[in-house]
């Protein structure tokens, strides 16, 4: 549906989860004696207490870290002198529009507080200082605030959409970012690429959990670990983790400080936009299935299966997007049919854009250009080839190598 559809845009943690999601295999493994002492259970029974648990209530706070390896300096500077050279951003847009202001969850730290009554009714607050930004679903309304701006943004759900399902779209979407969304991101699909475990015990945000561990089998893939701390009484993912081969800090690290599972005042989703704040609607109101985004709010096929497997089966051909591979080391071929541009020729800041993040490598298929980050790495062909996934340099040569 189109709301589903809108509503994933607001998520931009879940892309970087979804660079993990890919084939997993059930590899039974019993839980390690701890603190806290619970019982024994297989990697099997794990999933499928995550997969039947249906909480429908909780408040609470939840701390997310993401840190995808980026020279942000440097990437910052170059879009701002980009932008001001083109004559600034796009004018007009509100503050607290939910597509613009999640964006800065994709890096550094970050506190919210979430709260949830069932699939009508959302909240989600991020807290930076005294300034605080509110997203609320409440029945047919999402409304954005943003107390910095005093802006507010509003958005009515589609005409004549069904009501989705408990976890479908903002009426069922789980909360932007949660260690809930993040884990069934990973947990999609199965297969015999990835070793699943259960890891001994935990306390998360004063909750007994389960260490659930999964790992990838095969060698080149970028990901070296997603960690999920699975609340013991109600399956409720309390904690994710994402881990890079690379080491250092996790890519995303999503976890409960506080969690309470009762329900909330119905008054925490009220919301009437301040005397004097300005008001920006999101759009006219659209029949069910219309939707601007081009992509739906996810990614192209076949490029979706170097993403973890959202697209087409591994090996397709689908819109000059081949898929190299499969599980965890998938990789998406694009061949452009021209060269790529020549960045020499690019103003100045485009240049320093580039150059902050890409290096010049070169192979059997001639030379080209890698862009990195802890997770996702794409090559860029001098002869308009593009090897993206998420997986090493060494395994982006080879697949250019083979396809020169």
Do not use: C
Request: proline share 6%.
């Amino acid at each position: 549906m189109a709301q589903t559809r809108k509503a994933s845009r607001y998520i931009v943690p879940v892309a970087v989860a979804g660079v993990a999601a890919a084939t997993i295999g059930l590899v039974p493994a019993l839980a390690a004696s701890g603190d806290p002492d619970l019982p024994e259970i297989t990697a099997q029974q794990l999933i499928e207490k995550i997969a039947a648990s249906d909480t429908q209530t909780l408040s609470g706070t939840f701390r997310i870290s993401t840190d995808l390896g980026l020279p942000l300096d440097g990437l910052t500077s170059g879009l701002g002198g980009l932008a001001g050279g083109m004559g600034g951003g796009a004018g007009g847009s509100s503050s607290a529009d939910p597509s613009e202001r999640l964006t800065q969850l994709v890096s550094g730290s970050h506190t919210l507080r979430v709260a949830a009554d069932g699939p009508e009714r959302q909240k989600l607050t991020l807290l930076d200082g005294s300034d605080e930004y509110s997203l609320i679903h409440n029945g047919d309304d999402v409304w954005a605030y943003d107390s910095k701006s005093k802006e507010v943004f509003h958005e009515k759900a589609p005409a004549g959409a069904d009501a989705p399902g408990a976890h479908e779209g903002p009426k069922g979407e789980e909360l932007p970012g949660t260690p809930k969304q993040l884990a069934d991101e990973v947990l999609k699909a199965a297969g015999d690429t990835t070793s699943i475990t259960v890891d001994g015990t935990a306390k998360v945000a004063g909750r007994d959990a389960y260490q659930l561990v999964i790992k990838p089998k095969q060698s080149g893939s970028t990901v070296e670990s997603v960690k999920i701390a699975v609340d013991a009484a109600n399956g409720t993912p309390l904690k994710f983790t994402l881990s890079s081969v690379e080491g250092g800090k996790p890519v995303v690290d999503a976890g409960f400080t506080k969690v309470d599972f009762s329900k909330p005042a119905a008054s925490e989703f009220t919301f009437k936009a301040p005397e004097g704040a300005k008001v920006t609607e999101g759009g006219a109101e659209k029949p069910a299935g219309e939707e601007s985004d081009p992509f739906g709010g996810r990614l192209p096929e076949g490029l979706a299966d170097a993403f973890g497997g959202f697209g087409p089966g591994a090996g397709s051909d689908k819109g000059g997007v081949n898929v190299i591979g499969e599980g965890w080391t998938t990789i998406a071929k694009i061949d452009s049919g021209a060269p790529a541009p020549r960045t020499d020729e690019a103003p100045k800041e485009v240049q320093g854009l580039l150059d902050s993040f890409g290096d010049k490598v070169t192979g059997p298929f001639g030379s080209g250009t890698l862009f990195k980050t802890k997770i996702v790495n794409a090559l860029l062909t001098d002869d308009g080839k593009v090897y993206v996934g998420a997986v090493t340099k060494d395994a982006l040569v080879a697949a250019a190598n083979a396809g020169k």
